[in-house]
């Protein structure tokens, strides 16, 4: 992607224009790649603003010859690490905690299709497979890309993915034995 | 694993794109940030608020103390009684009695050596 390495040096200044060229330019890209973790206009609108404001409290850490979109996913895919932990803990603690929704229901909850099962599945995941995962197969990420975006070595990327794929297949034959 | 295969095709076409007035609010939210920020930046807003109660205590008896030493009158060195019997004290014995104008050594020393001499 190209980019203007002045806007960084006037972002660090504070300029707004520069912020606002930044927001114009990445958005799209931020945008898109929340999209993979979160399904929700709102949290993904959410989270997309949280990164942007994390990116410039922290824009005069960014050297303006760095990799900044690369530096700008990093953020983005961290930040969707954070929001999917905390969203499973939450999940959890009202799985133990929270009313029994299960004895409420009159309606029968319909059967999931086979996309709905693949994504309840990938739901299930725990964030930290979950993630290598989705860039690798939606954003065809290369495995070096996943490491430089996750902070992670090739190999710890790779037995991650390998981890996230068995969970899977394993969820997957589980969930359609039960159902048939 | 075809089904995988499916739902990755289809999560490919999920995407949510940022509407018009988006970059308007992240700028908003910048501003506000920013007016926090300095805000926090106060020593009082950097105190931990565990501690404040404490500090506040501190800071108070600080003040007090303040006060009351500078709108107490000092008191006189020396008493009724010892100012009016100072006249009459030649320096020895304002020396031996009264250890509050307690002259330099070398003094000292030669009015010593005086008392010596008149006896």
Redesign the interface.
């Known amino acids: 992607m190209e980019f203007d390495r002045e806007l960084i040096v006037r972002a660090q200044a504070g300029d707004?224009s520069a912020?606002?060229a930044i927001?114009?330019q990445f958005?799209?890209m931020v945008?898109?790649l929340?999209?993979?973790f979160f399904?929700m206009?709102e949290d993904?609108?959410d989270i997309?603003?949280d990164v942007?404001?994390k990116v410039?409290?922290r824009i005069d850490q960014v050297h303006p010859d760095e990799n900044f979109p690369g530096w700008l996913a990093r953020v983005t895919v961290n930040t969707c690490y954070d929001e999917l932990r905390k969203t499973r803990r939450r999940k959890e603690a009202m799985e133990t905690y929270g009313p029994e929704l299960a004895a409420e229901q009159t309606v029968a909850p319909r059967e999931p299709d086979?996309?709905g099962?693949?994504?309840l599945a990938?739901q299930r995941l725990d964030p930290k497979l979950r993630i290598p995962l989705?860039l690798k197969?939606?954003e065809d990420m290369s495995v070096e890309e996943i490491a430089k975006t996750m902070g992670l070595t090739q190999t710890n990327v790779k037995v991650r993915l390998f981890r996230a794929r068995k969970k899977?297949?394993t969820m997957?034959g589980g969930t359609e034995g039960h159902s048939q | 694993?075809n089904?995988?295969k499916?739902?990755?095709d289809?999560?490919?076409k999920?995407?949510?794109?940022?509407d018009a007035f988006?970059?308007q609010?992240?700028?908003s939210?910048?501003?506000e940030?920013s007016k926090e920020g300095i805000a926090d930046f106060r020593i009082w807003e950097a105190l931990l608020s565990s501690t404040r109660p404490v500090l506040t205590f501190a800071l108070v008896l600080i003040l007090c103390f303040i006060g009351i030493a500078f709108f107490v009158p000092q008191l006189p060195q020396r008493g009724m009684v010892e100012s009016f019997l100072a006249p009459e004290q030649n320096p020895a014995e304002s020396f031996l009695y009264n250890d509050t104008d307690v002259p330099s050594r070398p003094i000292v020393l030669e009015q010593l050596i005086v008392l010596e001499e008149q006896q």
């Not at chain 2, 999920?14 to 940022?18: H, L, Q, T």
């Open positions: 707004r912020h606002e927001v114009n958005s799209a945008f898109r929340i999209s993979r399904r206009r993904v609108e997309a603003q942007f404001l410039f409290a086979s996309l099962k693949a994504r990938l989705v197969e939606v899977l297949q997957l | 694993m089904q995988l499916d739902f990755f289809s999560e490919r999920r995407i949510f794109e940022p988006f970059t609010r992240v700028i939210r910048l501003n940030e």
